[in-house]
């Protein structure tokens, strides 16, 4: 089945950018999204891109998505500390596989003053 | 918009009851959606209904978990003889019918745990 990868940790000082990794398996991912969760919370959607995109900005937020690699990654410029959370990438295969998003283990950033 | 809400926000339960959570979808969403959450991990699709059918079952959701949406509107999701495995957090996200159907807005959760 569909397999989503995330590296584990990331520090970055404030005012740096962050960049969030994640690869995924299957090619015929539809949507690829970002999803912010900070601690005892649910899911923050923070933004998505479509699979026939290579890039998204939506303020401080980049995506950019290489489909040939399967490598999905998300940008955020000038970190704040409220920044602070964990980051979830996930795919959605379509209507025909249920609407489900498939999610990676997520990403926990800490931002240092 | 009041955003999706579910019910009771935790749950400490001994192993062997019964437990139902409940989640209010965002009103005229249509598709309503079941996680689970284990600590440390990414959530992991349970079931899908779109208005009152259920059209996806993950093979996680074992014979002792029941959802129904009877009115195509709010959900339940019930556990039965709860085992320590079943900890975890349970989220519930929904997603419109018509504009942006792809966008499933999450609820806070119900934290589940088994003692």
């Known amino acids: 089945g569909e397999d989503v990868e995330q590296s584990l940790f990331l520090s970055v000082r404030e005012g740096d950018s962050s960049v969030i990794n994640c690869t995924y398996t299957?090619?015929?991912?539809?949507?690829l999204y970002w999803y912010k969760q900070e601690p005892g919370a649910g899911l923050q959607l923070l933004t998505y891109?479509?699979?026939?995109?290579d890039m998204k900005q939506d303020q401080r937020l980049t995506v950019l998505l290489n489909k040939k690699d399967k490598h999905l990654s998300l940008r955020i410029a000038d970190t704040q500390t409220g920044d602070s959370a964990i980051y979830f990438c996930?795919?959605?295969?379509?209507?025909?596989?249920?609407?489900?998003?498939?999610f990676g283990g997520g990403t926990r950033v800490l931002v240092k003053p | 918009d009041t955003g999706v809400s579910q019910n009771p926000r935790h749950k400490i339960t001994k192993r062997g009851q019964n437990v139902t959570f409940r989640c209010d979808p965002i009103?005229?969403?249509?598709?309503l959606y079941w996680y689970r959450q284990t600590l440390g991990q990414g959530p992991e699709f349970l079931t899908y209904f779109q208005n009152e059918a259920q059209l996806e079952k993950s093979r996680l959701l074992s014979d002792r978990f029941s959802a129904e949406r009877p009115k195509g509107s709010f959900s339940t999701l019930e556990i039965q003889r709860t085992e320590q495995g079943d900890s975890a957090m349970y989220l519930c996200?929904?997603?419109?019918?018509?504009?942006?159907?792809?966008?499933?807005?999450f609820g806070p959760g119900t934290r589940l745990t088994v003692t």
């Open positions: 009103s005229e969403h249509n598709r």
């Open positions: 299957d090619s015929s991912s539809t949507y």
């Open positions: 891109i479509f699979s026939n995109m």
């Open positions: 996200a929904s997603s419109p019918r018509t504009g942006k159907p792809y966008e499933q807005y």
């Open positions: 996930a795919d959605h295969l379509g209507e025909a596989a249920g609407n489900k998003l498939t």
